[in-house]
């Protein structure tokens, strides 16, 4: 896998994102459990993207004095592209993580629990299958066609699914659960299970947090694969995925309250998923540079935040 990070870079994203989650937990959870209002959503937000760009001017401005300056301009903007595409996904998961939270009624002083929880073990998975796509795509070329061809039919189909919500109860992991484990009806504080009679039976926090980690996977294997169409570096999609991620707690509760003012924002998402897939499908005959990809991405999410605002859905069109 040919990188452009040595062990002192690796070291350092580690040791950053490291010191970014003790004071994520540290901090955002001051004062315990508690619900999170929209202002400080908002500046944690501010804080975590001022964070990514921050990664981003130091990466270039370290591979400035060690390659030339085109190769570190191209690199600044693949993790710039990453980040914004990787980011622009993340919200359209939250959006899904709000149904599952609400249809559970999940307490607002719970949440950011769960959320943690969504976002260590987003990091993890995200990590292992970054490393292994990469080392696939080392071997096997056309795996990018594959990938191109995925994410183009998730694209046609994220479009013409828009507008209408999952269905919670038709999901194979809910029903299962509800077949094969005691449920508990209400919450046990912040328990997943208890014990009552020599049986163990399994609250609806425990549901709550499966149903999370099933949508991250299916989130992951979506995401991951319109990042190496940026770019096949490790470092750079790893990256450039983790300061996405990072930002997930606090966009969430900054959007809770927003999910109906951004609802052209799936078709938005379809359409660069199909862009980001007929890329991948073109690569090795058209060369797209990666400054006219992030203008597209950017365009794109602009307009439909935009549409979204200027034109708000009509009021028998919610549910």
């Known amino acids: 896998m040919q990188t452009v990070a040595n062990p002192w870079l690796w070291g350092g994203f580690v040791v950053v994102v490291i010191a970014a989650l003790l ?21 944690w937000s501010i804080a975590w993207v001022t964070l990514a760009l921050a990664f981003n001017a ?12 085109a190769n570190a301009g191209r690199i600044g903007l693949e993790f710039l592209t ?9 919200v359209d998961n939250i959006f899904v993580f709000l149904l599952v939270m609400n249809s559970f009624a999940l307490p607002e002083e719970q949440r950011q629990r769960v959320l943690v929880i969504g976002v260590l073990g987003a990091i993890v998975l995200r990590a292992v ?10 071997r096997f070329h056309w795996l990018l066609y594959v990938f191109g061809a995925f994410l183009l039919l998730t694209g046609i189909r994220m479009w013409f699914s828009a507008g209408s919500e999952p269905d919670l109860e038709a999901n194979p992991v809910l029903k299962y659960m ?53 770019t096949t570096d490790p470092f750079i999609v790893l990256t450039s995925n983790v300061f ?29 998923l199909v862009y980001i897939g007929a ?17 597209v991405v950017f365009a794109i999410l602009a307009l439909t935040v935009w549409l979204s605002l200027a034109r708000p859905p009509r009021p028998d069109a919610h549910g």
Do not use: C, N
Request: proline share 3%; net charge positive.
């Open 23 to 43: 004071a994520d937990l540290v901090l955002m959870r001051h004062g315990g459990a508690h619900k999170v209002s929209f202002k400080e959503a908002l500046w």
């Open 178 to 230: 509800r077949r094969h484990l005691r449920l508990t009806e209400s919450y046990v504080g912040h328990r997943l299970s208890v014990v009552r009679e020599g049986k163990r039976w399994y609250t609806p926090l425990f549901v709550v947090l499966i149903l999370i980690s099933v949508t991250d996977v299916i989130f992951a294997v979506d995401s991951i694969p319109a990042i190496f169409a940026i």
């Open 244 to 272: 996405a991620v990072l930002g997930l707690r606090a966009m969430f509760f900054l959007l809770a309250g927003m999910a109906d003012r951004f609802h052209l924002l799936p078709y938005g998402l379809a359409v660069i």
């Open 129 to 138: 299958m970054i490393f292994a796509g990469a080392a696939l795509l080392t």
């Open 279 to 295: 890329k991948m499908l073109v690569v090795d005959f058209i060369q797209i540079p990666v400054l006219a990809s992030l203008g």
């Open 82 to 90: 990453g980040y914004l595409v990787e980011k622009s996904l993340a």
């Open 58 to 69: 130091g990466l270039w401005w370290y591979l400035h004095q060690t390659l030339d300056a």
